[in-house]
């Protein structure tokens, strides 16, 4: 178990439709990160918040947000959703120390499928 | 963006056989991690490596950060049924500050 806590841990919906998956990291974690994990494709870094501001943002869909809260809880939504949006989502988090690069850690995932 | 050679794409073995599988960049990388994924699970870490040089082991896995920083290998020694799964090289590039840039996986398959 690292910690992270994602849920749901699996999402149904249909084309078109708006979803929101949410995160909480380690405890002591500051940054969350959200990767995208498809079939044909590795794990694609999408965005990192760092306590409660953004920081990174890397193959993020217009069509798609996030965001961190005062607890440091995070939230990715995912809007006017297409089949190709189908994947595993992960979150990870890190402490994020000031001048460190350190060790993401990783949630168990929310499995997202679109008909 | 900077790019990971991860290989063998794939390996199957006989259990108690050691295994060995490396990533390369033509860009140099500040850490280097290794991490485990079982079917529909997150990545679980297994080795994080901060210095050129570094070889670290964790029970029958060893890992080494390459002198030149841009190499890094992974090998696991007998190995058993539970070692079955892909296996990620990962590493933050000396200008992506915190951003992970991940290798494309072993999968890994061992034979009883």
């Known amino acids: 178990d690292s910690g992270v806590t994602q849920t749901p841990k699996h999402l149904i919906t249909a084309t078109g439709q708006r979803v929101t998956l949410r995160c909480s990291p380690r405890?002591?974690?500051?940054?969350v990160y959200w990767y995208q994990q498809s079939l044909d494709q590795g794990l694609q870094f999408l965005i990192q918040?760092?306590?409660?501001?953004?920081?990174a943002k890397g193959n993020i869909l217009e069509r798609f947000s996030a965001q961190q809260f005062p607890d440091l809880h995070s939230e990715l939504n995912l809007s006017s959703l297409e089949l190709g949006d189908s994947a595993l989502y992960f979150c990870?988090?890190?402490?994020?120390?000031?001048?460190?690069?350190?060790?993401?850690?990783f949630g168990p995932g929310t499995r997202l499928t679109v008909l | 963006g900077q790019q990971l050679n991860q290989s063998p794409q794939s390996m199957f073995i006989q259990e108690g056989e050691d295994v060995s599988m490396n990533c390369t960049s033509s860009?140099?990388?500040?850490?280097w991690l290794w991490y485990k994924q079982d079917p529909g699970e997150g990545p679980v870490l297994l080795i994080a490596?901060?210095?050129?040089?570094e070889l670290t082991s964790n029970g029958r896995l060893t890992a080494q950060f390459g002198i030149t920083r841009k190499d890094s290998f992974l090998n696991i020694s007998a190995s058993i049924p539970s070692d079955v799964g892909i296996y990620f090289c990962?590493?933050?590039?000396?200008?992506?500050?915190?951003?992970?840039?991940f290798g494309e996986g072993t999968q890994l398959t061992v034979n009883p």
């Open positions: 990870a988090s890190s402490v994020s120390l000031r001048g460190a690069v350190d060790t993401q850690y």
């Open positions: 405890s002591g974690d500051l940054s």
């Open positions: 918040y760092y306590n409660g501001e953004e920081r």
């Open positions: 860009s140099i990388f500040n850490t």
């Open positions: 490596l901060y210095k050129a040089g």
């Open positions: 990962a590493g933050h590039p000396e200008t992506s500050g915190s951003r992970l840039t």
